[in-house]
Nanobody, 117 residues
């Protein structure tokens, strides 16, 4: 089993910054991609940013130029700048894990981000 633990969420005013962290631990063999997803109340979970083991990144259009995803081995970060009230959501990290030909997607428990106007 692989565990993901997020941290760094909180309450911030519009225009402010937050940095989310997610640490993977446990029986890790190989983690391919890692990513951050957001889920606002009453909405589906959606991709915010992803990063491969090779460092390739992709972003939702709504966060391009404001958020930056980075990774250090089995830890993934999300630098969130110029935050907007519409960024308010629970943010989850995930990890695409491969072991013995078996692919498993793991999720963290989520961290709340609230942006006040």
């Amino acid at each position: 089993q692989v565990q993901l633990v997020e941290s760094g969420g909180g309450l911030v005013q519009a225009g402010g910054t937050l940095r989310l962290s997610c640490v993977a631990s446990g029986r890790i063999f190989r983690i391919n991609a890692m990513g951050w997803y957001s889920q606002a109340p009453g909405k589906q979970r959606e991709l915010v940013a992803g990063i491969t083991s090779g460092g390739d990144t992709n972003y939702a259009d709504s966060v391009k130029g404001r958020f930056t995803i980075s990774r250090d081995q089995n830890t993934v970060y999300l630098q969130m700048n110029s935050l907007k009230p519409e960024d308010t959501a629970v943010y989850y990290c995930n990890a695409d894990h491969m072991r013995g030909g078996i692919r498993t997607i793991y999720w963290g428990q989520g961290t709340q981000v609230t942006v006040s106007s």
